[in-house]
């Protein structure tokens, strides 16, 4: 949610800015704008995409070996020209970028124009350099002490990075609440939202923390808090890789992440499981082990895909650990009094480990004194900071906005945790321990032959391209894979879909089904397989039309169905892992026959970073 990218050195910013912004544009946004200095301050900036600003500057004077660009996501102001990043201050000296929200912007807008600032946007962050501005005229301080002041006025989020017309050699960036990453190079520097401009340059990066202001030079970095404290910063050296953020022959980021889950699922078990001595390691929680064997509760929390894969960790944590669980939407647990012990851990998911509702949830727990642990993709990002302990997913960059493998390595994360909390505790045998982790050791492969459904699922796709609404119906763990099905179909296609509890259809959507009506069935062999079937048979009844996940060889579905769809034979536990690749592969053939933009769906952003 909003992309950040800023450069100062002895190279031309302009090409490494913009191609920057392409790299953050898997964040989702709505226009964006750079910043250069070359003897002069000047800034273009235009609604829609980052290659439509590209094409309204051919023109025009690029040079500058200062810049900074931004992609941003509308919350403050409409999508326009004139509501784009950068923005000015009153005398047009300062600029800025910004992600996140002033949530005092109004109270401090009007002090402003009481003093005779007049604005040209809607957006919070022009209040913000107009403050930084008046702060300036009227204390005579310091650019960088003008920022620290204007910081300590500001509640709400922020990671914003400012130049001066008057100082064509530095760039001030900081960060409170949102995303931001130095790149350190020889004789330059680098700043972004995340490391994805930053690695083709070097491979060294700060993670700037919260309440951290850095003063940047093309020969200096030197950071400070807000409560001007220096800091000394920790380089860290990035495993990333410059391929991982390329489409690789794949036409879409989505659809290469679809199949990368073989490898991402092998990636996040290695070096954790042992199936011939039936163990599970899991360093990152080990020094929480005893507490495992007493703890009173477990609570999830998370936002989208990450709330479907707790959902699945309710069911696996309760069947092998024998621990309650409870799942939270953390945009609504934040705002409740939730009742909450130092007895209970509570296990925050977020793929970019930048959400903003999670973040807060997090606080408010430990609070109250509870152990958070994290599941989180991506390294040094806040979650993994603010957390007591954690298991990183592995699953490499996921750039399609639309998760699909950070989905089934957080469930991979949560199955680990689950064998590894009944280990702790006594819950398994041995020989059943063994057996789960010989066949989740195995899971790579059997999802293998999922992606080999794809032919036959994108003929489906082209019966359904059309349809205007969707239902998906599962029971037991297959539940929440259906809500993850549906929530897929909508975020990409625009098709009205929604999940529920198989057992649930007869409460009230069974009353939408007519033979216009499109259900897909989670309906591979297991516990509720015979409760399944019969729900099959009243929506055939209704004359709907079925598309059935079933379990290959199952003949008394296919006798049913209208479509189905194979997967593998497999151990309950790992049904999510398993259906939910032909639900993704089905969401992403129906998008791409529609015309829709799959890697970019409107209106949405990878990282949900603000409220």
């Known amino acids: 949610m909003c992309g950040i990218v800023g450069y100062i050195g002895f190279r031309d910013a302009w090409p490494i800015v913009i191609k920057g912004l392409h790299r953050l544009e898997y964040r989702g946004y709505d226009s964006a704008g750079v910043a250069l200095i070359d003897r002069e301050l000047r800034f273009f900036k235009k609604a829609g995409k980052v290659s439509d600003l590209e094409k309204s500057v051919e023109a025009e004077n690029l040079n500058g070996k200062i810049g900074m660009g931004h992609t941003r996501w509308a919350t403050h102001g409409e ?37 005779g600032h007049v604005f040209k946007s809607d957006t919070d962050t ?10 300036q005229q009227e204390t005579g301080l310091d650019l960088r002490e003008a920022v620290r002041v204007a910081l300590t006025r500001v509640i709400g989020a922020y990671a914003i990075v400012i130049m001066d017309n008057s100082d064509p050699d530095e760039l001030i960036a900081a960060r409170k609440g949102s995303p931001m990453v130095l790149g350190v190079g020889e004789g330059e520097y680098f700043i972004a939202s995340d490391a994805s401009p930053i690695i083709e340059y070097t491979k060294n990066v700060i993670y700037l923390n919260d309440n951290e202001i850095a003063y940047i030079r093309r020969d200096e970095l030197l950071i400070k808090s807000i409560d001007n404290v220096i800091q000394i910063p920790y380089i860290q050296e990035l495993e990333l890789k410059l391929e991982m953020l390329e489409k690789g022959g794949f036409d879409h980021f989505m659809l290469k992440e679809i199949y990368e889950q073989p490898r991402s699922i092998k990636d996040c078990m290695r070096g954790r499981i042992y199936p011939e001595n039936g163990l599970v390691q899991l360093g990152g929680i080990k ?16 936002c989208g895909t990450s709330w479907h894969a707790g959902l699945v960790g309710e069911y696996l944590i309760e069947e092998c650990a024998r621990i309650p669980v409870e799942v ?7 705002y409740r009094n939730p009742i909450i012990s130092e007895k209970d851990i509570v296990i925050a998911i977020s793929q970019s480990g930048e959400t903003a509702d999670t973040m807060a949830a997090i606080e408010l727990a430990k609070e109250k004194g509870a152990t958070i642990f994290g599941i989180c993709n991506v390294v040094g990002a806040s979650i993994p900071r603010l957390t007591h302990a954690g298991v990183y997913t592995h699953a490499g960059p996921e750039i399609g906005v639309a998760s699909t493998k950070a989905f089934t ?11 590894y909390m009944a280990q702790q505790r006594g819950t398994i045998t041995q020989s059943r321990l063994i057996d789960l982790l010989t066949e989740l050791d195995n899971i790579p492969q059997l999802i293998e032959k999922c992606l080999q459904t794809n032919d036959e699922i994108k003929l489906i796709s082209e019966q359904f391209k059309d349809a205007r609404n969707f239902i998906f119906l599962g029971r037991g763990s297959g539940f929440p894979v259906a809500l993850e099905g549906a929530l897929k179909l909508k975020e ?5 879909a929604e999940g529920y509890p198989a057992a649930e259809m007869k409460h009230g959507p069974i009353a939408l089904i007519d033979e216009e009506m499109p259900v897909v069935f989670i309906a591979t062999k297991n516990s509720s397989y015979e409760k399944v079937i019969s729900n099959i048979q009243e929506v055939k009844a209704r004359k709907g039309k079925v598309i059935a996940i079933v379990t290959e060889g ?12 194979g997967i593998p034979e497999a151990d309950e536990i790992f049904l999510p892992l398993l259906a939910t690749i032909p639900l993704q592969l089905l969401s992403y053939h129906i998008a791409v026959m529609r015309g829709c933009n799959v890697d970019q769906p409107r209106n949405l952003a990878k990282s949900v970073t603000v409220e």
């Not at 509501?83 to 109270?107: D, F, R, W």
């Not at 929480?288 to 064997?293: Q, R």
């Not at 939270?328 to 934040?334: G, L, P």
């Not at 990409?492 to 009205?496: L, N």
């Open 79 to 115: 999508p326009s020209d004139r509501n784009s990043h950068p923005h000015t201050s009153g005398n047009g000296k300062l600029a800025i970028i910004h992600n996140g929200i002033i949530e005092n912007y109004s109270s401090l807008k009007e002090t402003l124009i009481s003093r």
């Open 126 to 135: 022009e209040v913000l350099i107009h403050l930084i501005e008046d702060i």
């Open 287 to 302: 020094e929480y082990a005893e507490k495992l064997k007493n703890v009173d509760r477990i609570i999830i929390v998370a």
């Open 328 to 334: 939270e939407y953390a945009s609504e647990f934040r």
């Open 409 to 419: 390595a957080q469930v991979t994360v949560l199955t680990l945790m689950a064998l």
């Open 492 to 496: 990409i296609s625009y098709i009205h």
């Open 554 to 565: 199952d003949m008394v579905v296919r006798s049913m169905a209208d479509y189905v769809i």
